[in-house]
Structure formats: structure tokens, C-alpha cells
């Protein structure tokens, strides 16, 4: 049991590039979500999905796309990424689209250049 | 719009001392969680507080939640070295589909 996956661990990236960060979890959660870290900040929302089949925008949606291809897997998307979007990407899953016990992944530190 | 704050946003504290992080969120919710960070890791779950009143404690953390005061404290005892972490507190939104996170109190537990 892995609990919450993530690839790739770094990525570095020229702007105007894109890149589709993973996410897998297998404890059968039926919600997903993918946050944001920047430096000494809180996570913020970027788009999350309550069930296989659905996707909603969080806090910080812009520039980001992301696939809920089946239950287990969420994935992100940025099509031409900016160096505003250097952060540390991290994925989080829950039983049902209640919060409680959300499991967060390892994360992705993601640098745009 | 729903903000959340937390202080102090560093604490460097001797081990065998007690204090306690605030906080602080600027709309009505019932529900309010703590997470523990390690340097380049991922969250940790601490604490869940689903109603006013929420006690929880383990170890040498205690957290409680106060919703009429919109108040939420993570009070540690007797510290060690290894509660040397950086804890948020996250509060979840009335539809429940959403965290929005404080930013943070780095805790440095000296000997």
C-alpha cells in the first residue's frame, strides 16, 4: 500500500515548455486534489476532482489544466509554464469529498526558468 | 472570502517549555485541521476538529477549536527537539470541498 504517488520528484523547465505532473493513489478515495507551496506559504487549491468524472477549479486555476482519468489517477497539466509557477506541487486524496483525512503525496518541486 | 492566519510564523523555543500557536480564520466554519511539515517532505495529518468545543490531544500537542471565536490553538508541552517542524492549520469552507491553509508557524525546538 503506497498510499499517494507522485512523478516526477524535480522537474526543470524552460518557459513557454510543457509537462503533465502524476498522481496515483491506491486506497480506493473516491477525491483528489492537486495544491501549491510556495516558499514559506500554506498550500493553496488548484483544482481538485470529488469523484472519477469531475473536476473543479480551487484557488489558483490559471495557467493549469488537469484529467481525472480514472479512479486512482490525477493528473496536472501545464501547457506553457512560467517562472510564476516554480512551486512545490503536491497531490492529496480523501475518501469522499468530505476533507477529513486528507492524504497528501510526496510532492513535485517544480522550477521554471 | 475565507483567510486564515496563524502566529507566530517562527517560534525558536528551549526544550521542557510550553507555548502555544494561534489560529485565526475570517469566516464561519465547523471544521479545522493541523498539519505537521518536515523539512522537503509532505504533510503530515495531526488533528481534525469537527465542532466548537473540539479537543484533541496527542503526545505533547494539544489543539483545540473555538468557532464562535473563529479560533483554533496548538499548544505544545514540555518541548523536544523532535516536534522541530513547520505546523499549518487548514480550515474548510462552508460547501466542504475546499481547504485554505494558513501560512505556517515554523517551530525550531532548541536543547
Known amino acids: 500500500n503506497a498510499g499517494v504517488t507522485q512523478t516526477p520528484k524535480f522537474q526543470v523547465l524552460k518557459t513557454g515548455q510543457s509537462m503533465t505532473l502524476q498522481c496515483a493513489q491506491d486506497?480506493?478515495?473516491?477525491?483528489m486534489y492537486w495544491y501549491r507551496q510556495d516558499p514559506g506559504m500554506g498550500l493553496r487549491l488548484i483544482y481538485y476532482?470529488?469523484?472519477?468524472?469531475?473536476?473543479d477549479k480551487g484557488e489558483v486555476p490559471n495557467g493549469y489544466n488537469v484529467s481525472r482519468l480514472n479512479k486512482r489517477e490525477f493528473s496536472l497539466r501545464l501547457e506553457s509554464a512560467a517562472p510564476s509557477q516554480t512551486s512545490v506541487y503536491f497531490c492529496?486524496?480523501?475518501?469522499?469529498?468530505?476533507?477529513?483525512?486528507?492524504?497528501f503525496g510526496p510532492g513535485t518541486r517544480l522550477t521554471v526558468t | 472570502e475565507l483567510k486564515v492566519e496563524q502566529n507566530p510564523l517562527f517560534l525558536s523555543m528551549q526544550e521542557g517549555k510550553n507555548y502555544t500557536i494561534y489560529c485565526n480564520y475570517s469566516?464561519?466554519?465547523?471544521?479545522l485541521y493541523w498539519y505537521r511539515q518536515d523539512p522537503g517532505k509532505s504533510l503530515e495529518s495531526l488533528f481534525v476538529?469537527?465542532?466548537?468545543?473540539a479537543v484533541k490531544q496527542e503526545g505533547r500537542l494539544m489543539a483545540s477549536l473555538d468557532t464562535k471565536a473563529r479560533l483554533s490553538t496548538l499548544h505544545i508541552t514540555a518541548a523536544v527537539h523532535d516536534l522541530s517542524a513547520t505546523y499549518f492549520c487548514?480550515?474548510?469552507?462552508?460547501?466542504?470541498?475546499?481547504?485554505?491553509f494558513g501560512g505556517g508557524t515554523r517551530l525550531m525546538v532548541k536543547p
Open positions: 469566516t464561519t466554519s465547523d471544521r
Open positions: 487548514a480550515v474548510e469552507n462552508n460547501a466542504g470541498n475546499m481547504l485554505t
Open positions: 492529496a486524496s480523501s475518501v469522499t469529498d468530505s476533507l477529513y483525512e486528507q492524504y
Open positions: 476532482s470529488a469523484s472519477e468524472g469531475t473536476t
Open positions: 486506497m480506493n478515495h473516491n477525491s
Open positions: 476538529l469537527l465542532s466548537n468545543g
